[in-house]
Structures are given as structure tokens and as C-alpha cells.
């Protein structure tokens, strides 16, 4: 393992208190990239957030088997070389674990993020909340194929009415919105505004993403179209809670990260009316994120039982529908054959199938069942989305896996 400090957040909320403009505030956590850094290490100091508990009854351990990756050389989506360093950089990488055949054989950080530092998933939050509707699926909780109005009546005048929950596990409701979270003026805007963590236009904000929900329009037939929307996976939450009786969080804890046998508890923000943000509030440690990557390679099975039920790894692992994703804007980080399939991004390559969960700024989890790799990773992008620099990182780390295969 190695830890650099030679690249800090300077002066962000330093000192006893800190200067007055050099605070963080939730409303301005996106505002210039070193407090986007910051936040996204420190979400707990400036957001509501609720716990989710790893239960403490064991940890599973990650035995280690170092290798000297640094000068690998890998290759991008142009097919231009470049060195497993060379990829850390060029992705601005905060913190990365690489594991072969559960072993680790990379790990480091840079910056202020350490072994134990929770860090923000952004959107892989989505495929957590994925394997707990699986667990809930399993114990004949939750219907994938029935009416999201069956469990949320409310939303009968919404978008969401006539859609099953399996479109807003795969992302193909047909709902007029547009998922842009460098625009304040899209219903993405507006829902960071809910959250806090955009300056509020009105009242109500922050406020309920629930409520939001029910104010939304239809555009289309769901099913028929890849529609990349985060308040699906919020909804999908409200269902959850509506299905059993219990909030989010404590799914989260009790369907998953208490299973996992996990390092460390984690946490989940909250938007202004207090409901989890499953579109993207999770924060945990590198290594635990790992863990969950290792459970996903050996088919829901981790610290000596089943976390979720191997239908769901084969089920993602066989993808969505090919053609509804490749005519979608949304497809563009992964190359032909890729697809969506219960909050994991897939791609179907001649030889072998990676499935990931992605997040804004960079975060990845990388799973490929037939090298025997995990990757995780957290980054502190420029943009919160850059397609090229994703398609980028996903080529250089097939290409890892053929290294290390």
C-alpha cells in the first residue's frame, strides 16, 4: 500500500474556525473542483446523513500479494500506451485497489484519503440499492414486474405511472427529464437543489425528491428506450421503504453492508425531507467498496455466505437489451456490445463479460469474473461527467485484466 500527501485541498476548512471564505457549505459544494475534492471526503461535515451499520460481527479479511504496477503499460480507448501511473494521473485518482483473484495486489492513495476515509460513491449508490432490491426479491417482498403504483400510489399521476419497477432498475422509464448535473436549470438541477448540495431557488428547498417525483411527465412507452435518470433509483428507494415497512438506510444496512463483513460502517446522505439519497449519497472506505466488488466476481457469495442471490450477478452479467441502449445518448462510455442491467453498467466483450457501477467524477467499480479482477476507485474528475475520460479508463483496465490474467 502506498499513501502520497504531496497533493492536499490547501486551505479548505482549515483552522480554528476557518476564514470565512474558505468554509463549506452544502449549497456550494460543486462550486470550484478542489471543494468538490473536499466534500466528497468530508460529506458527512456538511450534509444530513444517516448510518448504515456493518453489523461488527466480523471482517473479511483481504489478504495481500503486492505487485509492482506502476510501470504496466496499459492501453485508452485511442489504443495509445500509457503506464498504470500514467492512468492514476491521467484520471485524478484519489484512491485505488486492485484485486486479483482476491488478493490485493495494488493499493494506494493520494491526497488527504486513507485507508479509512469514507469517500462519496455518487451513482455506484445505485447498484447498492440494486442488490438490496434483489434481497428483497428473494424473500417475496418486492416484485420487479409489478406497477411501481402497486407499492406508491402517489405516483399515479407522475411519470411512473404504468411503469414496472424492473424500467427503473433499468433505467427505461419514459419520463421527460434531463440528466445534466452541470446545467442548474434541468431536472437534474433541481433535484441537487432537493438534496441541498445546489444554492435553493425557492422555499421548499431543500425538499422532498419524493414529492419531486410526483410532479414528473411521461415522454414515450417505457421500456422502449435507455433513459439514464437518477430520480429512477429514488424512487425505486421509495418503493423499498413502501414494500417492508423500513427506510432506506436501514435496508441498506440490514439487505447488504451488514453481510458483507464489511471493514467499517458507512453512511448515506439525505435529501431535505430526510429520505436517502440512493441516486448517489453512499460513502464508505476503498477497501469496503472492494469488498462489495468481490462479492459481485464470486456471484453474491463474501465472508462465508450468500450477500445476495447469484440470480442477480447472472442476470447482470447477461446484460439488457443491446439495441435499446446503443441508440441512446447515454451509451457513450462503453463500446459496441455494452448495455444496463439492474444498475450496473455491462459490456460483452468476444471473450469475456465486465460489468461496473460508475459514479460522477470518476468513481468505478471494475468486475471482471474471468480475469479474476476487482477494481475500485475513486477519483476527483474535473467534470462530473466526461465521457472520453471514462471510455478511457474502462479500455486501460480491460487492459490490466489481460496483464494480470
Known amino acids: 500500500m502506498t499513501v502520497s500527501r504531496d497533493d492536499v485541498e490547501g486551505d479548505i476548512m482549515v483552522g480554528f474556525p476557518p476564514p470565512r471564505g474558505q468554509r463549506v457549505t452544502a449549497d456550494r459544494v460543486y462550486s470550484t473542483p478542489a471543494i ?18 456493518s453489523g461488527r460481527v466480523s471482517v473479511a479479511t483481504l489478504p495481500v500479494a503486492a505487485m509492482p504496477l506502476g510501470d504496466v503499460v496499459l492501453r485508452d480507448a485511442d489504443g495509445a500506451a500509457l503506464t498504470f501511473d500514467q492512468m492514476l494521473e491521467r484520471t485524478s485518482t484519489d484512491g485505488i485497489l486492485v484485486l486479483r483473484r482476491g488478493h490485493v495486489v495494488a493499493e494506494h492513495y493520494r491526497g488527504t484519503l486513507g485507508p479509512t476515509t469514507p469517500h462519496l460513491y455518487h451513482s455506484i449508490t445505485k447498484s447498492l440499492g440494486s ?4 434481497n428483497l426479491t428473494e424473500e417475496g ?7 411501481v403504483t402497486t407499492y406508491v400510489p402517489e405516483l399515479a399521476g407522475s411519470a411512473y405511472a404504468n411503469a414496472r419497477v424492473r424500467h427503473l432498475l433499468d433505467m427505461t422509464v419514459a419520463i421527460r427529464y434531463t440528466e445534466d448535473h452541470e446545467n442548474d436549470d434541468t431536472e437534474d438541477g433541481r433535484l441537487d437543489r432537493l438534496c441541498g448540495v445546489k444554492p435553493s431557488r425557492a422555499p421548499h428547498e431543500p ?22 435518470v437518477s430520480l429512477n433509483t429514488t424512487v425505486l428507494g421509495w418503493v423499498m421503504e413502501r414494500a417492508t415497512g423500513v427506510a432506506v438506510p436501514r ?11 464489511t471493514e467499517d460502517d458507512a453512511y448515506v446522505a439525505l435529501d431535505g425531507a430526510g429520505s436517502a439519497q440512493l441516486d448517489g449519497g453512499f460513502c464508505s472506505s476503498l477497501r469496503d467498496l472492494a469488498r462489495f466488488g468481490q462479492m459481485l466476481l464470486q456471484d453474491g457469495s463474501f465472508g462465508g455466505g450468500q450477500v445476495v442471490p447469484a440470480w442477480l450477478v447472472e442476470q447482470v452479467r447477461k446484460g439488457g437489451d443491446k439495441a435499446v441502449f446503443a441508440a441512446s445518448p447515454d451509451s ?7 448495455s444496463y442491467r439492474d444498475c450496473f453498467w455491462v459490456c460483452e466483450r468476444a471473450d469475456h463479460t465486465t460489468f461496473m457501477g460508475l459514479g460522477m467524477y470518476g468513481q468505478m467499480l471494475y468486475v471482471n469474473q ?8 475513486f477519483s476527483s474528475q474535473l467534470r462530473p461527467a466526461d465521457d472520453v475520460l471514462g471510455a ?14
Not at 442488490?131 to 434483489?134: D, E, I, R, S, W
Not at 478511457?392 to 490474467?405: D, I
Open 332 to 338: 457513450a462510455m462503453l463500446p459496441s456490445g455494452g
Open 141 to 147: 417482498l418486492l416484485d420487479p414486474e409489478e406497477p
Open 36 to 53: 468538490t475534492r473536499w466534500f466528497m471526503q468530508h460529506v458527512r461535515e456538511v450534509e444530513r446523513t444517516a448510518d448504515v451499520s
Open 392 to 405: 478511457h479508463t474502462f479500455h486501460a483496465l480491460e487492459t490490466l485484466a489481460e496483464v494480470l490474467a
Open 251 to 261: 435496508l441498506l444496512s440490514d439487505k447488504l453492508w451488514s453481510r458483507l463483513a
Open 370 to 377: 474471468m480475469a479474476g479482477l476487482v477494481v475500485a476507485k
Open 207 to 228: 425538499g422532498s425528491a419524493y414529492e419531486f417525483a410526483m410532479t414528473t411527465a411521461r415522454d414515450g412507452e417505457h421500456g422502449e428506450t435507455f433513459h439514464y
Open 131 to 134: 442488490c438490496v432490491a434483489a
